[in-house]
């Protein structure tokens, strides 16, 4: 049994466990392909930081009898992400509408950077993410957008994750390290 609420500081190094269990630099290669995965880390310092921050939304999901936490999401305001990942409109590839619709409506999207559990934990991510749709509406998010890679590793169970929540795929992103993330939109 799991319960969903907001994270506080408290709960970051609960978030930094679940994330470094979810890297995939961390995974063996026989689970990528199974279980989805995470790429970028952040550290301790950067989630204290931002689980105050307005502009974002961090929710955990904690085992009922251990109370520790077994999962997460993290989303900014697009504002936000685009003060953090500044080259990133540079890098769009998609059709004139939908970059109109992420330059014009930044206030309105919610970008989700990570949805992650613990091993073990099934549901737990389906959850998070039908908790944070919820909260999105109520502040009156119009979108949610999230990034799942492409290439070099195609995070295939990710894009069945997200599908199943009518998330579509409305173009794709290259950064500077060449990794291709598809870019994944919800109306909320």
């Known amino acids: 049994m799991i319960k969903i609420s907001f994270a506080k500081k408290e709960d970051a190094a609960g978030i930094i466990s679940v994330l470094q269990e979810d890297l995939v630099i961390n995974k063996a290669k026989k689970d990528i392909a199974k279980e989805g995965f995470l790429v970028y880390p952040f550290d301790l310092k950067e989630i204290k930081k931002w689980v105050s921050a307005k502009k974002c939304i961090i929710l955990i999901a904690k ?13 900014y305001n697009l504002l936000f992400w685009k003060k953090l990942k500044a080259r990133w409109y540079g890098g769009i590839s998609a059709h004139k509408e939908i970059k109109s619709l992420l330059i014009n409506n930044e206030k309105n999207i919610l970008y989700l950077r990570h949805i992650a ?10 959850e998070l ?60």
């Not at 085992?63 to 989303?75: E, P």
């Not at 559990?117 to 389906?126: H, L, Q």
């Open 117 to 126: 559990r613990k091993k073990g934990f099934i549901g737990v991510g389906t």
């Open 63 to 75: 085992d009922y009898q251990k109370k520790n936490v077994v999962g997460y999401t993290l989303g």
């Open 129 to 188: 993410l039908k908790s944070l749709l919820l909260i999105a509406k109520r502040k009156e998010y119009k979108y949610l957008l999230c990034e799942i890679l492409e290439h070099p590793i195609k995070n295939i169970i990710s894009q069945r994750f997200f599908r199943r929540f009518n998330f579509k795929r409305v173009g794709f992103v290259v950064y500077l390290d060449k990794f291709v993330w598809g870019l994944y939109l919800c109306k909320l």
